[in-house]
């Protein structure tokens, strides 16, 4: 920072300054909505970039300095960035392999429509955990089950809100994601520790969600047209060279590259590779047309809207509308995040708390509140827990009850946010619009009102000892959380004081 800069003064905005440029952006969005403008959320965010900009000059804060906040937000969100592109690749390498729509094509033979939703729910969450990434799910399962829902007529809102209940809970409970790790990262306790808290309130909202979908299938069982269904298996089995089982092997492989924990870009690179060797060897494509669907996409016309629709995608191109909205929507809560707009809106909030569900509230509140405004989620992770870890302590709480708080209220949420990166990517990958999908998102929804509602009854509280209260609010005794050794002696004497024991007799008691 020049000297200028180190002169100048910096302040806080007030609400009023803190709150306009959210005020402007949302009121574009539900205006371009509303009044049916068709624009993309790209504009507006830039919009409310310079007006952040704007309030930031006010406060004091420098061209560069704002500058250096929203590039510095971006960077953080550069491998997501490239994985994206990536993706793209994958999908049009699966899609000329024949991989995709061979899950469509067996799938109409062995999945009844009954038991479609719940099944393919449970499948989501499965593969979701075994890859780390509800966006690799989107992109594989995802678009077959698409196909799938619309040939047994149901609402494309549904589907899509099932298939994102399934691959965020899979996400959410993998050890091998980046939300998962980060969220354990920035509260400063184990990442298996963090997983174990999760279970308490993840679990019992995925069978709630699952219970939802099996009513709702049984119900929309009667309106599968089986026509449909066969002439969208003929169109597949018609247009390709070669339709088998042994198609489905890239499928396994994804999940094979997550076993032995190969990192991200790398893994897509080899899977994307190896859906172009499966199109060279049983459809007939050669080193152009590779080069050609991995920058491009797939083109197929088979006659059949529904196949053509399921085909027609993927490519390194087709991504380029979701970065460019990642990179203005991350900069914009970089900008947020450097002039203090958070800080000023929710920090005095901290000082109100007294009780466990009041901060597992706040937590939730700011989180959300991030990821809505700051269009991040790696920013609705970071954020609250830089703000409300040491409040954990003061309340002697475990460090993995605030990271399961933090992927309650943050992690779920992203998806729901149309102009989020997760809200975008997951809505351009599926083609159904963010808010057709969010009602139909009970995994995602029904997570955080559980978590608040038993923590309001004083249930499912996790303690700096390891002791916890579990969801019928009996105190058990675990394995004693990872924290920084400061924070557990904060949290310990809170705990001792409230047991009316000293913190030695504590320490002998977890010993024991």
Known sequence: MNKENSERKVRLPNKIEALFPIVVLLTIMILNYVLKWGADPHIPVVIACAVAM??????GWSYADMLTGALDAVSMSLEAIIIILFVGCLIGAFEYAGTIPAV??????????????????????????A????????????????????????????VAGMILSGACCGDKFSPLSDSTNLAAGA???????????????????????????????????????????????????????????????????????????????????????????????????????????????????????????????????????TNNLVIVAVGFGGILQKIGSVESLL?????????????????????????????????????????????YDELGLARNMLSRTLEDGGTLWSPLVPWSSCGAYHS????????????????????????????SLGANIFYADGTYKNMFKRLKRGKMPGAPKEAREIAFSKLASDRGISVEQLQAEIQL
């Open 187 to 321: 509260s400063q306790t184990g990442l298996f520790d963090h997983v174990r808290a999760m279970i308490s309130t993840t679990f019992p909202s995925l069978i709630i969600a699952i219970i939802l979908y099996t009513v709702i299938s049984f119900q929309n069982s009667n309106s599968f047209d089986p026509k449909v269904a066969e002439e969208l298996s003929s169109a597949i089995k018609g247009h390709y060279n070669y339709m088998s089982p042994v198609l489905l092997i890239p499928m396994v492989l994804i999940i094979v590259v997550a076993v032995v924990r190969m990192a991200a870009i790398p893994a897509v690179l080899l899977i994307s590779a190896v859906g172009c060797i499966f199109a060279v060897i049983f459809q007939g494509a050669d080193f152009a047309d590779c080069i050609h669907m991995v920058h491009y996409g797939y083109q197929a016309e088979t006659g059949n809207k529904l196949a053509d629709a399921l085909m027609n995608r993927g490519g390194m191109d087709s991504m380029l509308w």
């Open 54 to 59: 704007i309030v930031g000059r006010l406060c």
């Open 104 to 129: 469509v094509y067996y799938g109409l033979k062995i999945v009844t429509p009954a038991m479609f939703l719940p099944l393919a729910c449970i499948l989501c969450a499965i593969v979701g955990i």
């Open 131 to 158: 890859l780390g990434s509800a966006w690799t799910v989107t992109a594989t399962l995802g678009i077959a089950f698409m196909a799938m829902g619309e040939t047994m007529g149901m609402n494309p809102g549904l």
């Open 347 to 391: 920090g005095h909030l901290i000082h109100k708390v007294k009780t466990p569900f009041q901060l597992v509230l706040v937590t939730m509140v700011t989180g959300i509140f991030c990821i809505t405004t700051m269009c991040d989620q790696y920013l609705g992770l970071i954020i609250p827990s830089s703000m409300y870890k040491e409040k």
């Open 428 to 455: 351009s990958i599926l083609g159904v619009p963010t808010l057709s999908y969010l009602p139909f998102c009970f995994m995602n929804l029904i997570n955080p009102v559980f978590a608040l509602i038993t923590c």
